[in-house]
């Protein structure tokens, strides 16, 4: 049987989900294809940043980080679970003090072009007293604290997952295309479920090519008639270490060669350190943090720390892939952040959509955009408008309350399901009263009750899924504990 819809979208990634979710609230019917699990591509690789993008102000990149910068201002609100505001601190060398002189400047524009939100504005910091005395080397004494915020991607991927699906669009994780092709109506996508070889076909008249850094192979491989675009893939390696850091709050280091690195918060008692930029060598399945990278953000970030951290905290490394926009002209540092949405005409006339580059934080506006874009094409569309709708778990919650309710589960648990899953979490507590109500116990709090909502609410197939892409307790989880969810998971 062959299911119509209106769009066919490629790609579990953020700005396919987003695109998702805003045009199923239209009302328009939408099947979601990813060959893996959501947000297994670059949208769980990310630095974990919600920001306008400060060193983009260096490639004078104005209008980027403006509209990053009001993005950021929606998003605190749409998902306040998710999406936390934080203090950034920038910690000076005295002898440095042009450079000083230029970042107040670019912090001054920054706060400028974020005029009108309510986070607060950059000020100096003294670095000597507590707790950054003992954090920073004694020769650091000053810097400068501005606001940016900070989220879980992968989770941020699933609530819109999830609004998506509220307003029936279809989410299918784990597909493998068997064929892609059109006639002079419609294209056609026929798939294949990878844990139960089922088949299912759909059609529409508007497919989206939303596969990220995989955009341009995706073009030469199905959409052989069309010219493709240039991509320059990009990676960028992070490091989780065993490191708390004072006051929960991030920081961004600026390394010898003229970059940046952030040291942010991640999971409590983690911190994660990264980034690098290195053209992309092989294949697109097969990237991994190299030693040289490790090297690289160790010693660029133990320039300015007192106790410095080695290979002995690392606990996890993940790399990621920049899809950039190629324009022949640019370093890959200097290329643009910003995304480029392609609208093609098929020879038989059907359209295609294809979504180049972009941010985290950009994915709302990006996904509004491509929807206005196909607006024109299709008159009888309804009117596509540019709402700030709530996420899911981003409805209000009287936390204490909460609390209180639920005060035989550890305070630890209670805490990470508020980070993670807001007021998705009732889903699985509702009138529980004790904690063998909520079933067996894999460990660290992780309960039978959560790991059946995820199975059933949240596509999740295997371990890994909810390990590292629904939760982080894969950082922590031991081998045995591991070993028995993995078998639960199984059997289910
Ligand atoms: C190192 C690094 C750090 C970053 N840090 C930040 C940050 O702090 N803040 C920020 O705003 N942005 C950041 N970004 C950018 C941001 O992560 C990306 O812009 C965003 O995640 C891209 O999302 P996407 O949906 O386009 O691509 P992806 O998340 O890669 O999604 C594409 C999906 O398509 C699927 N797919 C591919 N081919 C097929 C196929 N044939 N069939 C079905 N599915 C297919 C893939 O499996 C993948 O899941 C960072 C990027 C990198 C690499």
Redesign the pocket.
């Known amino acids: 049987m062959i299911e119509k819809k209106d769009i066919i979208i ?8 987003a695109i998702a979710g805003q045009a199923a609230r239209l009302g328009l019917k939408v099947v979601l ?19 306008g ?1 400060l060193r983009y102000l260096q490639q004078y990149y104005f209008s980027l980080v403006k509209k ?1 910068l009001h993005e950021r201002s929606l998003l605190v609100k749409m998902a306040p679970h998710l999406i936390k505001p934080i203090p950034f601190i920038i910690p000076y060398y005295k002898k440095n003090a042009l450079k000083r002189c230029i970042l107040r400047m670019g912090l001054f524009i920054y706060d400028h072009l974020s005029s009108g939100n309510s986070l607060p504005k950059a000020k100096g910091i003294h670095l000597t007293i507590a707790p950054y005395q003992s954090f920073f080397k004694s020769a650091i004494k000053q810097g400068s604290v501005y606001s940016d915020a900070w989220t879980h ?1 992968s989770r941020l ?1 699933i609530e819109w997952a999830l609004l998506a699906r509220r307003y029936e669009a279809s989410i299918l994780s784990y ?1 493998k ?1 068997l064929a892609l092709g059109e006639n002079e109506e419609c294209w056609q996508v026929r798939v294949e479920d990878k844990f139960n070889q089922e088949c299912h076909t759909y059609e529409a008249n508007i497919l989206i090519n ?5 955009a341009e ?2 073009q030469k ?1 199905y959409l052989t008639d069309l010219p493709h675009t240039s991509l320059r893939l ?5 490091l989780v270490l065993k490191r708390e850091l004072p006051d929960d709050h991030a920081y961004l280091l600026e390394c010898a060669d003229g970059r940046v690195i ?1 040291l942010t918060p991640y999971e409590p008692g983690y911190c994660l350190l ?2 690098t930029e290195l053209e992309c060598q092989g294949s697109l399945e097969d990237i991994r943090v190299e030693p040289s990278e490790i090297e690289y953000l160790l010693a660029a970030a133990n320039v300015y720390l007192q106790t410095p951290l080695t290979v002995q905290d690392i606990v996890h490394t993940f ?5 950039l926009l190629d324009d022949g002209v640019h370093t890959a540092h200097q290329l643009s ?1 910003d995304y480029h949405l392609a609208l093609q005409q098929s020879k038989k006339g059907n359209t295609v959509l294809t ?1 180049l ?7 709302r506006r990006l996904a509004l955009e491509a929807l206005i874009l196909l607006e024109k094409t299709r008159p009888a569309w309804p009117a596509v408008k540019d709402e700030a709708t709530l996420l899911p778990g981003g409805e209000p919650l009287d936390e204490v309350g909460f609390r209180q309710r639920y005060s035989f589960i550890p305070k630890p648990v209670l805490s990470r399901y508020l980070r993670c899953y807001g007021t998705l979490c009732l889903l699985w507590l509702r009138e529980k009263m004790t904690l063998s109500e909520l079933g067996i116990d894999f460990g660290l709090g992780l309960y039978q009750a959560e790991v059946d909502y995820l199975l059933t609410q949240e596509w999740v197939k295997c371990a890994d899924d909810l390990l590292w892409r629904r939760t982080r307790l894969g950082l922590c989880l031991d081998e045995i504990d591991l070993g028995r969810l993995a078998e639960y998971i199984r059997n289910r």
């Open positions: 490629i790609g579990g990634g953020i700005n396919g989900i294809i990813e060959q893996n699990d959501l947000a297994s591509g670059t949208s769980s690789k990310s630095t974990q940043l919600i920001h993008g990053a991607d991927v597909q295309i939303a596969t990220g850094p995989w192979g995706f491989q990009v990676k960028g390696s992070h952030f990264g980034t790399s990621g892939v920049r899809p952040r979504v580059g972009g941010k985290l934080t950009t994915h």
